[in-house]
């Protein structure tokens, strides 16, 4: 037996291969996919960078394109923790982050399956739309479970300073947050496209130099320049349309990659490269310029004019004693502050100082003090409202000797005293009522400070105050389609969100609420007067501009004349059928989506 040794090659020890690509490559999307999460939390009020939900998007599409589903999850999850983490940090104001940190956690996942979602799409032809329609259609299974719902974070309400604001007109929070998700998608596939096309130039002048004899260097079947890998997915799958089965594709272009010999045997004389097609440019320029033209043309639509007279209304926020889950404890306190600075509009309206409102809107909670039961409660009420001389709008729990509290507001006459009530009917779950108590008590005792539960009115909330048809949404009601639309079908010229964000102390939520309001102002034509007992109170106009606001933890009164309106927008029409259609896109997009992994398997298999 004998043995053969190979020497060892003086060049190849002098240089040794090229090290595999740094492991910290293998960082890259996940790292983008959390940024682009952090991006879109940037957009969102107080601050007015609504335009860094597109580059946010734009990142998210380049994490996402090409990437197996199970890679798609994982980096929507990284995307949907970038985002709510920091977003919903005030749900953790006073209980602790265990809360915070369960809630963005759970509702991240939704984000997730819209990474799944996306991912899947994304090998289809004019993918922006379909991923911008996956979006959509995970944000509405997020808006109804579990226990009816969490909409917070919806993109389109971090865009009530943007320009697609117009678009929520069209077809509500729906269409309006497509449009950015559209936009985003659009910006990230135009920049592709424009690469690829950048590199096919670069490859077709090589060819023409090696045809003559004058070409130097040769061709990469790289693709250079198009700004991603060929072939290959970063979580370590092929790059194409069945998801990991077939011959690899360059992101670029999502044509099959060239081998070095195809590339030799077209220098030879052998088929010249094709031109990219035109399909795909083309629809990334309609995926941006589509969602601009819309709410250029539906600029339109935004109309402030008083087209059933005005009213002069007065929103009363009257203070807390103090910050923080104890405000309550001194409920007649709170009670009291209202009152006050109720009366003292009343002495400023005799003095000449303020003019005379039409009716006043107290704030969520304040009065905690059942006026039913408490008698000395309704003296104090009824004094303001007298002293005022109009109807008054009280916002009071009621607490019956049996079943459920309730979360009301009560039209108070000053001279009838209260003739009409209505039952928030979407109470917040874990801060009106506890779902499966005695579980979460094991994380949080915190529970035990909602002792009862409330319970949900049935009937939707519109007061004729002084004539006026007055829509009522309670607080976490703004942040629900169906809850502010149901009062402007059933005739309100005017919108209330009466509010109590004492809880939640000096953090953002008070300004994301209040965009909400703004959003819904312009979606349904109506003017929105937002009273909060500890800020931020507002009057805005249905054009979606804040007329007048206060600042938080002062006492105050806002007395404004607002437009009055009866026409109803193309998204007050349409109710659900907009979001209907983008989830009807979604579900086609998945669906081709899956019959081409499925036919690539079948003809891999054969």
């Known amino acids: 037996m004998s043995a053969t040794i190979t020497p060892?090659?003086?060049?190849?020890?002098?240089?040794?291969?090229?090290?595999?690509?740094?492991?910290?490559?293998?960082?890259?999307?996940?790292?983008?996919?959390?940024?682009?999460?952090?991006?879109?939390?940037?957009?969102?009020?107080?601050?007015?960078l609504w335009w860094l939900a597109l580059p946010a998007f734009a990142l998210?599409?380049?994490?996402?394109?090409?990437?197996?589903?199970?890679?798609?999850?994982?980096?929507?999850?990284?995307a949907g923790l970038g985002f709510l983490l920091p977003l919903l940090v005030w749900t953790g104001e006073e209980v602790g982050p265990g809360p915070w940190l369960a809630l963005a956690a759970v509702e991240a996942l939704f984000v997730a399956l819209a990474g799944l979602g996306i991912a899947a799409v994304s090998r289809l032809p004019w993918w922006p739309f379909f991923a911008?329609?996956?979006?959509?259609?995970?944000?509405?299974?997020?808006?109804?479970?579990?226990?009816?719902?969490?909409?917070?974070?919806?993109?389109?309400?971090?865009?009530?300073?943007?320009?697609?604001?117009?678009?929520?007109?069209?077809?509500?929070?729906?269409?309006?947050?497509?449009?950015?998700?559209?936009?985003?998608?659009?910006?990230y596939e135009a920049y592709r496209q424009i690469q690829a096309r950048r590199a096919e130039g670069t490859e077709t002048g090589t060819v023409r130099d090696e045809d003559t004899g004058t070409g130097q260097g040769t061709r990469s079947g790289t693709g250079a320049g198009a700004g991603d890998e060929v072939g290959t997915g970063a979580e370590g799958g092929t790059d194409t349309e069945a998801g990991g089965v077939g011959p690899a594709r360059t992101p670029a272009t999502g044509a099959p990659?060239?081998?070095?010999?195809?590339?030799?045997?077209?220098?030879?004389?052998?088929?010249?490269?094709?031109?990219?097609?035109?399909?795909?440019?083309?629809?990334?320029?309609?995926?941006?310029?589509?969602?601009?033209?819309?709410?250029?043309?539906?600029?339109?639509?935004?109309?402030?004019?008083?087209?059933?007279?005005?009213?002069?209304?007065?929103?009363?926020?009257?203070?807390?004693?103090?910050?923080?889950?104890?405000?309550?404890s001194q409920r007649r306190a709170v009670l009291d502050n209202h009152v006050a600075r109720t009366r003292e509009l009343a002495e400023d309206v005799k003095a000449g100082r303020a003019p005379q409102p039409d009716f006043v809107l107290w704030p969520e909670?304040?009065?905690?003090?059942?006026?039913?039961?408490?008698?000395?409660?309704?003296?104090?009420?009824?004094?303001?409202?007298?002293?005022?001389?109009?109807?008054t709008v009280i916002g009071a729990v009621i607490a019956p000797e049996t079943g459920k509290l309730r979360n009301t507001l009560i039209e108070w006459d000053p001279d009838r005293g209260p003739v009409a009530t209505y039952d928030k009917r979407h109470v917040q779950p874990f801060g009106e009522y506890i779902p499966m108590r005695s579980l979460v008590r094991v994380f949080n005792s915190n529970v035990d400070r909602v002792s009862r539960d409330f319970g949900a009115g049935t009937k939707v909330g519109v007061f004729d105050l002084a004539g006026t048809k007055v829509g009522l949404a309670t607080c976490y009601e703004a942040a629900f389609d169906w809850a502010v639309r149901d009062t402007v079908t059933h005739?309100?010229?005017?919108?209330?969100?009466?509010?109590?964000?004492?809880?939640?102390?000096?953090?953002?939520?008070?300004?994301?609420?209040?965009?909400?309001?703004?959003?819904?102002?312009?979606?349904?034509?109506?003017?929105?007067?937002?009273?909060?007992?500890s800020g931020v109170s507002a009057v805005i106009r249905p054009d979606g501009e804040i007329v007048a606001e206060t600042r938080m933890f002062t006492p105050d009164v806002l007395v404004e004349k607002v437009p009055l309106r009866s026409s109803l927008t193309p998204a007050t029409r349409m109710g659900t059928l907009p979001e209907a259609l983008l989830v009807a896109l979604a579900a086609a997009g998945l669906g081709w989506s899956a019959f081409r992994s499925v036919r690539a398997r079948r003809s891999g298999a054969q």
């Not at 917070?152 to 929070?173: E, H, N, R, S, Y």
């Not at 909670?365 to 109807?391: C, L, Q, T, W």
């Open 132 to 187: 911008a329609g996956v979006w959509i259609l995970s944000e509405a299974v997020r808006a109804r479970v579990p226990f009816g719902g969490f909409p917070w974070g919806k993109i389109a309400f971090g865009q009530a300073d943007g320009m697609f604001l117009p678009l929520a007109a069209v077809g509500g929070t729906p269409v309006l947050g497509f449009a950015v998700a559209l936009c985003g998608f659009g910006l």
């Open 60 to 78: 998210l599409g380049w994490s996402l394109r090409g990437r197996r589903l199970r890679a798609g999850f994982g980096l929507g999850y990284l």
């Open 8 to 48: 060892v090659d003086a060049s190849a020890a002098d240089n040794p291969a090229p090290a595999p690509a740094p492991r910290r490559r293998r960082f890259v999307r996940p790292g983008a996919a959390l940024l682009s999460g952090l991006l879109l939390y940037l957009s969102f009020p107080p601050r007015p």
């Open 491 to 533: 005739g309100a010229q005017l919108i209330s969100v009466p509010s109590n964000n004492a809880t939640f102390g000096r953090s953002e939520m008070t300004y994301q609420q209040l965009a909400m309001s703004r959003v819904r102002a312009v979606e349904h034509s109506r003017a929105v007067v937002v009273p909060v007992t």
């Open 257 to 328: 990659a060239r081998t070095g010999s195809a590339i030799g045997s077209e220098a030879a004389g052998g088929p010249r490269p094709r031109t990219l097609p035109r399909g795909p440019l083309v629809a990334a320029a309609l995926a941006v310029l589509v969602p601009v033209a819309g709410a250029l043309a539906a600029l339109p639509l935004v109309d402030d004019s008083a087209e059933d007279g005005t009213a002069t209304v007065a929103a009363v926020q009257g203070n807390v004693p103090r910050l923080g889950l104890d405000f309550n």
């Open 365 to 391: 909670n304040s009065s905690d003090i059942d006026p039913y039961a408490n008698a000395d409660a309704a003296e104090v009420i009824d004094g303001a409202v007298r002293a005022i001389g109009v109807p």
